[in-house]
Structures are given as C-alpha cells and as structure tokens.
T-cell receptor, first 112, second 109 residues
C-alpha cells in the first residue's frame, strides 16, 4: 500500500512548454485533489474530482487542465507553462466523508 | 463551505500542552472538522477529525464546542518535532477541501 504518489518529484520547464503531473493512489478513494503552494503561503485548490470521469474547478483553475480517466489516477496538465506557475504541487485523495485523507509528497515545478 | 479562522502563530514550551484554536462559526450540521499539519515543505499530514463529539488518537485530541462553532486541537506533550503549520479545515458538502492560512506553532526548548 503506497498511499498517494506523485510523479515527477521535481521539474524545470521553459516558458511555453507543456507537461503533465501524475497523481496515483491505491486506496480506492473516490475523491482526488490538486493543490499548489507558493512560498510562505497556504495550499490553494486548483481542481478536484469526486469520481472517475468527473472533474471540477477549485479556487485557482486558470492555466491548468485535469483528467480522471481511471479511478486511481488524477492528471494535472499545464498546456503552456508560465513563470507564475512556479510552485509546489500537492495531490490528495480521500474516501467517504469522515474518513482519513492522504497527501502526496509534492512536485516542485520551476518555470523559467 | 464553512470558512475557518486561526491565529497566525503560537509558541509552546517543550513538554507542555499546545492548544490550537479554530473558529468555524458558519459550519453546518453535516460538516466535519479536520486538522492537518505541514512540516517544512512536506505534504500535509492528517492529524484528527470530528463531527460533534470530542475525539482522541495517538497524536492529539480534538475538542469541539457544543454549538460546533469552534474547536481546539490539543497536543498533550509538545516536542520540538511538533513545530509546524497547523491547518483547521471544514469539509463541506461540495467535497472541496479549502485550506486557510493556518497557525504556525513554534515549540521551544
């Protein structure tokens, strides 16, 4: 049982490049989330999913797209990276209300 | 979704109890209160959660007021490793997890 894993751990992009961040969970959780955390700030919700095939916008969705084709995976895409997207990205998954939730270790992204 | 309010920072002496307050005055009846902490730049770590009753686990205790408008996280014997940012979150019916700015707890020797 690996919990929540994120790939890659660290990435450097040039402005305009695209990339996909992968979040995987092996706990059969319905709900998955993508957050970003800028230095000295709290976590801000980008997008989330309440089940396979569903996605919804969070607080700061602009510039990102997501997909949940398989229950265990939640992908975060940057179509055209900008320096403002330099941040640490965290994925989380949780089950039914009242259950424990788990966060991944984070992906550090630097956009030059 | 209910919003939470926490003090920005607190200090606690090692070995003493750390009591971290959280105000969630707009919480509705079916919303849970969750507590997480984040050490340095690691992923947030789950601590405890509750609905109405007080809860205790190996890490902490959660005291929720009778009207559910506020709660307190208690670390009974704080250690230096408990230095972290602590987040109080109300899980709403929309299933969004919205983090506030949290409380930065500094445990000193």
């Amino acid at each position: 049982n690996a919990g929540v894993t994120q790939t890659p751990k660290f990435r450097v992009l040039k402005t305009g490049q695209s990339m996909t961040l992968l979040c995987a969970q092996d706990m059969n959780h319905e709900y998955m989330y993508w957050y970003r955390q800028d230095p000295g700030m709290g976590l801000r919700l980008i997008h989330y999913s309440v089940g396979e095939g569903t996605t919804a916008k969070g607080e700061v969705p602009d510039g990102y797209n997501v997909s949940r084709l398989k229950k265990q995976n939640f992908l975060l895409g940057l179509e055209s990276a900008a320096p403002s997207q330099t941040s640490v990205y965290f994925c989380a998954s949780l089950g039914l209300p009242g259950r424990t939730q788990y966060f991944g270790p984070g992906t550090r992204l630097l956009v030059l | 979704d209910a919003k939470t309010t926490q003090p920005p920072s607190m200090d606690c002496a090692e070995g003493r109890a750390a009591n971290l307050p959280c105000n969630h005055s707009t919480i509705s009846g079916n919303e849970y209160v969750y507590w997480y902490r984040q050490i340095h730049s690691q992923g947030p770590q789950y601590i405890i959660h509750g609905l109405k009753n007080n809860e205790t686990n190996e890490m902490a205790s959660l005291i929720i007021t009778e009207d559910r408008k506020s709660s307190t996280l208690i670390l009974p014997h704080a250690t230096l490793r408990d230095t972290a940012v602590y987040y109080c979150i109300v899980r709403g019916t929309t299933d969004k997890l919205i983090f506030g700015t949290g409380t930065r707890l500094q445990v000193f020797p």
